[in-house]
């Protein structure tokens, strides 16, 4: 009977060693982490980005036709207002032109005084008609084709060609479409940015926009929203969206960039650090890790604004979870965790 007693206690000191052997190496295996809990927190929905700035309107200017160029009455750095004329291209073509159109207006008008006075067939007078018509029309064309007008007001930045060259319609290489001059009109200005999907929804044309540029400590430039792309880039999951500013004191520079900050008012959102959030290398997909009763769960998550260090969370947490802040990068999922204060 002692033996049997014995027995019993070897047992059972054996299993208890064991059990403690066990927990010893699930503690011995755990990753030290730190953790915070989700909350909601009302703040300031301040959107920050960085755009490339355009001039609001530019154009290349160019004839319709290949011709020698005249005279060119502007240089590069020129301002010109919308009309102003530009260029003269050789109006030899023009002038032939306009005897015939000058020919058939005084014929059309001797038609009209005649079919008023029912001294002209409707054959005769309708074909009066359309010769005038049609050779205003051509008359119109040339003309405007050998004189280039201002289509708006701004500033010459290029000057492709001189006085007397032959102007043959060809590609220029600076811009890849025909071009005698480049206009741009500077006094506004549009900024390209790439809004995230998830803030494009809130994104509204109007909105007031606050400018700023590294190269102009001091300055700052109130400006819109006026465009908003209809469709999502599908690479970069961002939407295409166009800011409108005037350019006061010509100070902003087309093809520099420009930080973008949209106010939307206040609203309570869930918030994490940003540190927490990880992209998945395969999907591209933001996750966090949070803590499950000791192991490390992923979860993929939806991510909006950043500001001071946290992101707004979208969708796929809920509030209080306990996301893990750090230690979370060599993390996979299920792995047991040890939680240390920061």
Do not use: H
């Not at 992101?311 to 965790?337: A, C, F, H, M, R």
Request: with cysteine.
């Amino acid at each position: 009977m002692k033996k049997l007693i014995s027995l019993g206690l070897i047992i059972l000191i054996s299993f208890i060693g064991c059990s403690k052997t066990e927990e010893n190496k699930q503690t011995d295996d755990a990753k030290p982490v730190s953790v915070t809990d989700c909350v909601k927190k009302e703040i300031n929905k301040e959107l920050k980005l960085t755009g490339t700035i355009y001039p609001w309107e530019e154009a290349a200017l160019a004839a319709q036709m290949a011709a020698r160029i005249r005279k060119i009455y502007v240089k590069e750095g020129d301002f010109v207002k919308q009309g102003d004329l530009l260029v003269q291209m050789d109006d030899a073509q023009l002038t032939q032109i306009e005897l015939q159109y000058n020919d058939a207006a005084k014929d059309f008008e001797r038609a009209e005084k005649l079919k008023r006075e029912g001294a002209i067939s409707d054959q005769a007078y309708d074909k009066s008609k359309v010769l005038f018509e049609t050779l205003k029309s051509n008359y119109d064309k040339i003309l405007e084709n050998t004189r280039l007008r201002a289509p708006f007001s701004g500033v010459i930045t290029a000057k492709y060609m001189n006085d007397g060259e032959l102007f043959l319609m060809a590609p220029n290489q600076n811009r890849g479409v025909p071009a005698i001059l480049y206009l741009m009109n500077l006094g506004e200005l549009k900024i390209k940015i790439n809004v995230p999907e998830a803030d494009a929804y809130k994104l509204k044309t109007g909105n007031s926009v606050l400018v700023t540029s590294d190269l102009l400590p001091n300055e700052k430039f109130s400006g819109t929203v006026s465009r908003i792309s209809p469709v999502v880039d599908q690479n970069t999951k961002t939407v295409l969206s166009e800011i409108r500013l005037i350019n006061r004191g010509g100070k902003l520079k087309v093809g520099s960039f420009a930080k973008v900050s949209i106010k939307f008012g206040k609203s309570v959102e869930l918030i994490i650090p940003s540190t927490a959030v990880l992209t998945d290398v395969l999907t591209g997909q933001s996750f966090v890790f949070v803590n499950e009763n000791g192991k490390a769960k992923k979860k993929f998550v939806q991510t909006g604004m950043q500001f001071n260090g946290n992101s707004v969370i979208i969708s796929g947490l809920g509030e209080n979870e306990s996301v893990i802040t750090t230690g979370q990068q060599v993390l996979k999922d299920g792995d047991s965790i040890q939680i240390f204060t920061e």
